[in-house]
């Protein structure tokens, strides 16, 4: 077993040299702040900027090594692959990307891009730099980039590169090979430095900042890297922690990190400081929320500071993290390889994110409509505001993306839900027909499947026989209020509040297949808010039973319109309906206030991470509000189970029926981890 396998790591990164002697950091503040790993950059540099030099670190670099085994420490070494500042800009102008006018791509107003193209000379350098850094007692290299901008690169190299490649000029590129291009100059500049480390024998650690629930625009796609890296990690720590934004980014994409990894570990880099705000520091209550939120996700935490050590090593948010660090290395059995319980998947769509917007404007959706910019879906909304559902309904589920959809362990999954997939190529579909024939349950939104994988609009759905609508679909937009309703009492309907409900923004209006049934019918837009109903619906939500299995469709932007238009308590009802007609819960807990809930396998043992974030409705967190009398159940596979609090809960009332474990946390403030065995 490798050394960052199956051991949680606690990962320290001190991200600037300011004035701090290298050494009295390493004694005062990695080594006391009960850190297991170190990744190095101030060592390397004054500033922000650090570039490894063998001629300029290497002695020192043997001397800083030497000391940190003395702590007990592994070392990686930061290795900076999409900058150069000034000075080896203007002398070596050959490294750099380049715009279409030739002119170099800056970065940070102080620095330029350097292209990574494998075969440009740059990389060549660069892995000779490699191959002495390599020599010395490392334990591993991190890759702070590489990214390939979405405006370059023209380089000489890649001009040459593109021409040979591709059989026509770079000015005669499309879209698609420009992309293609940079994500295969970032891919083999990756591979050649895993082929470099391999042929040194060494135990040594390759990573770098993967791209998690976004587009290729960095010619970074995580899939290809996958193989040539040994952890994968996502920046959902580096935040700021406005009313608006997602308290949920560290656990989605950890969440899909963790189903590219197969089964190598990933790792959450979280700023200490607020994103952008390199000398403000979080408060001690997001810092340790963060981290409990990233280890029960599966993710380890690297935790980052811009500022001097000197300066923040006492700060409430470093304290906070001491504390963190200690807790998770003193609780190791409960952070060893662990593995999801998800019975539901939620599908991250590449294919989407890279050429729905992009193609979506110059495309006809219909014969009827041209469908503009704003009419557009959003599915990185849609899959947040699923995620959002979900979370708060403490189901368990996995974020899934096409190349899962294309493996036999789908089936493990008893429901898949298809945010506004927009893209989706004909395997993928092929694939989630073959699902829900045997047996499997689709909930699918808005346009999904409309468009090819390079996200030219298709005439039906490619999923229109699974999903029970035929003919062609119109667009229908509620330009300002709309409702649906239910046409009759059905395993959705239940606990609804209201017999009217809001309707989503964008709609398409599909004609039901044979044996297709709608569920909720909208309403015909509406001109106005104080006007009487139309007389006029279509189908809202069909239910499709298809081979053994059975699609829901929802024809609207239901989700991202919840979140960013019309909240309401009806929707998120709805889906817990979905979920409950089509899947056997594996946790579920009543009680107020908002906990996230992850339960996860370690061998035959289960540990139960809980996760309150119930703050004063404001963010930072300062103080979280503790909760009383929660009611738990788990579906688990062992019999007589026993629970061990870490965080002072006590578990009472414990009752078991069959699969089923119950039981009441007397307490919960801001998390608690309990191993059940
Ligand atoms: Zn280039």
Redesign the pocket.
């Known amino acids: 077993m490798k050394w960052w396998e199956n051991q949680p790591l606690t990962i320290c990164a001190v991200q600037c040299n300011l004035g701090d002697d290298a050494f009295w950091v390493l004694d005062e503040y990695v080594a006391k702040q009960g850190f297991n790993t170190e990744q190095c950059l101030h060592l390397f540099t004054k500033g922000h900027f650090a570039t490894y030099s063998e001629e300029r670190h290497g002695e020192k670099l043997d001397q800083y090594l030497a000391r940190s085994r003395e702590h007990g420490l592994r070392q990686i070494c930061y290795y900076n692959t999409h900058c150069v500042e000034e000075a080896p800009s203007k002398e070596h102008p050959e490294w750099l990307?380049?715009k279409a006018d030739g002119s170099p791509l800056e970065a940070y107003g102080v620095c330029n891009m350097v292209?990574v193209?494998p075969r440009?000379p740059w990389h060549k350098q660069y892995l000779e730099n490699i191959r002495a850094l390599i020599k010395h007692e490392i334990d591993g290299i991190f890759l702070d980039g590489p990214v390939m901008r979405n405006i370059?690169?023209?380089?000489e190299?890649?001009q040459k590169d593109f021409l040979e490649k591709y059989g026509h000029p770079i000015e005669q590129a499309t879209r698609l090979e420009l992309q293609d291009m940079r994500v295969n100059?970032v891919t083999g500049h990756i591979k050649e430095t895993r082929e470099v480390i391999d042929a040194s024998g060494k135990e040594i650690l390759l990573y770098l900042n993967n791209s998690a629930l976004r587009g290729d625009i960095t010619g970074s796609n995580t899939r290809k890297l996958e193989p040539y890296v040994d952890l994968l990690g996502a920046e959902g720590g580096f935040y700021r922690p406005a009313p608006g934004n997602s308290i949920w980014a560290v656990t989605v994409k950890s969440k899909l990190l963790e189903t590219i990894g197969k089964g190598k570990p990933v790792v959450n880099f979280f700023a200490g400081n607020q994103s952008g705000t390199a000398y403000y520091m979080h408060t001690a209550a997001e810092t340790r929320l963060t981290y409990a939120t990233s280890y029960a996700n599966g993710a380890n935490v690297w935790y980052g500071i811009h500022g001097s050590p000197s300066m923040f090593k006492d700060s409430d948010g470093a304290k906070a993290s001491k504390e963190m660090n200690k807790f998770v290395l003193a609780h190791k059995f409960l952070y060893q390889k662990s593995h999801s319980t998800a019975r539901v998947a939620l599908m991250w769509s590449q294919d989407t994110a890279n050429n729905y917007g992009a193609s979506y404007e110059a495309t006809d959706f219909t014969e009827q409509q041209v469908v503009t910019a704003k009419e557009k879906g959003d599915h990185y909304g849609e899959l947040l505001s699923f995620a959002d559902m979900l979370l708060r309904n403490h189901t368990q589920f996995d974020i899934i993306d096409e190349y899962s959809v294309t493996l036999e362990e789908i089936k493990k999954y008893d429901s898949i839900i298809l945010p506004n997939v927009s893209c989706m190529s004909k395997e993928v579909s092929e694939k989630l027909e073959g699902y829900v024939n045997a047996g499997g349950h689709l909930l699918a939104t808005y346009d999904t499947a409309c468009f090819d994988e390079h996200g030219k609009g298709l005439s039906a759905s490619r999923l229109a026989h699974v999903l029970g609508v035929c003919g062609k679909a119109a667009l229908r937009t509620s330009p300002d209020v709309g409702y649906m309703k239910a046409t009759r009492d059905s395993e959705l309907t239940k606990g609804l509040t209201a017999p009217l409900l809001p309707n989503p923004k964008l709609n398409l209006e599909w004609t039901l297949a044979e044996g297709a049934e709608a569920l909720f019918v909208s309403y015909w837009p509406l001109p106005g808010c104080y006007v009487s109903l139309p007389e006029k619906t279509y189908p809202a939500l069909i239910k499709n039973a298809f081979g053994k299995g059975c699609a829901y469709y929802i024809t609207g932007n239901f989700a991202n319109f919840m979140m960013t238009t019309y909240a309401n308590a009806d929707y998120p009802q709805i889906l817990r309906n979905f979920i409950a007609a089509t899947s056997s819960p594996v946790v579920s807990l009543e009680g107020p206030g908002l906990v996230e809930a992850v339960l996860r396998k370690i061998d035959s043992r289960y540990v139960l991470h809980l996760i309150n974030k119930t703050g004063a409705m404001a963010r930072p967190f300062t103080d979280i509000v503790p909760l009383h009398g929660l009611k738990i159940t788990l579906s688990l596979d062992i019999k007589n189970p026993v629970l061990k609090t870490t965080r002072g809960g006590n578990p009472a009332n414990l009752k078991t029926k069959g699969k089923k474990l119950s039981f009441t946390l007397d307490a919960l403030n801001e998390f608690e981890v309990i191993e059940i065995r």
Do not use: D, M, P, W
């Open positions: 990307q380049r292209c193209n440009g370059g690169c023209y380089c190299t890649c100059s």
